[in-house]
């Protein structure tokens, strides 16, 4: 089993609709992530978590919220989906422990808006 | 502004041959600087890291890449291709704009490798 599970892996919704992307993990880090991925621009970075208590924006949090439910899961919502919010998203976790350590990503969530 | 620059959106290779990916960064401070590859339908996963230790950084599957301070530069190298090198790779550098020890992480937009056989 992944060490990072993202559910679901593929999601077509219209417009308007409210959208819930779902993150699990079992590696025991404190932190996780949201980036979401378009073609031709890397990873851009939506909120990230340092623990269950500490939320913070990332470089494009509008239009999108999270939930930090437990250590192991954050979820990432679209509260009104529009087009232009059709991406591939990761979610990652790192460990607090390892200075400038590694993310470690789940497979994406691929969202497309109609 | 910490930034990063992938110079070619893609690089074609034939099979056995070296692959060179380039990288420029941008920093304000002692950057550190990683290389992820991403193939279809995957997640990204690290190849390898630079944190200010040894300048020359030995990664997985026999890649490499060399921190240069005065070129502001941070190539992916690999002596000889093979078929399950095609994917997606990512330069990073971080950031500590957004606090803790690790910051966040700066993607570059990543270069397509395609291997020929």
């Known amino acids: 089993d992944a060490d990072v599970t993202q559910t679901p892996r593929n999601r077509i919704t219209k417009t308007g609709k409210r959208i819930m992307l779902e993150c699990s993990q079992t590696k025991g880090h404190d932190r996780m992530y949201w980036y979401r991925q378009d073609p031709g621009l890397g990873l851009q970075l939506i909120y990230y978590s340092f623990d269950v208590k500490d939320i913070n924006k990332g470089e494009i949090s509008d239009g999108y919220s999270v939930s930090r439910q437990a250590q192991a899961k954050f979820s990432l919502s679209l509260e009104s989906a529009i087009p232009n919010q059709t991406a591939l998203y990761f979610c990652a976790t790192s460990d607090n422990r390892v200075k400038t350590g590694e993310l470690f990503f789940g497979e994406g969530s691929r969202l497309t808006v109609l | 502004a910490q930034s990063v620059t992938q110079l070619d959106s893609h690089v074609s290779v034939s099979e056995g041959t070296p692959v060179l990916l380039r990288c420029n960064y941008s920093?304000?401070?002692?950057?550190?600087l990683f290389w992820y590859v991403q193939h279809p339908n995957k997640g990204l996963q690290l190849l390898l890291k630079?944190?200010?230790?040894?300048?020359l950084v030995k990664g997985i599957n026999g890649f490499e890449a060399e921190f240069k301070k005065s070129e502001t530069s941070f190539h992916l190298t690999k002596p000889s291709a093979h078929m399950s090198d095609a994917a997606e790779y990512f330069c990073?550098?971080?950031?500590?704009?957004?606090?803790?020890?690790?910051?966040?992480?700066?993607f570059g937009k990543g270069t397509k490798l395609s291997v020929k056989p």
């Open positions: 990073v550098v971080s950031d500590r704009k957004y606090g803790g020890s690790q910051g966040n992480l700066i």
């Open positions: 920093s304000s401070y002692s950057p550190s």
């Open positions: 630079y944190t200010s230790a040894a300048t």
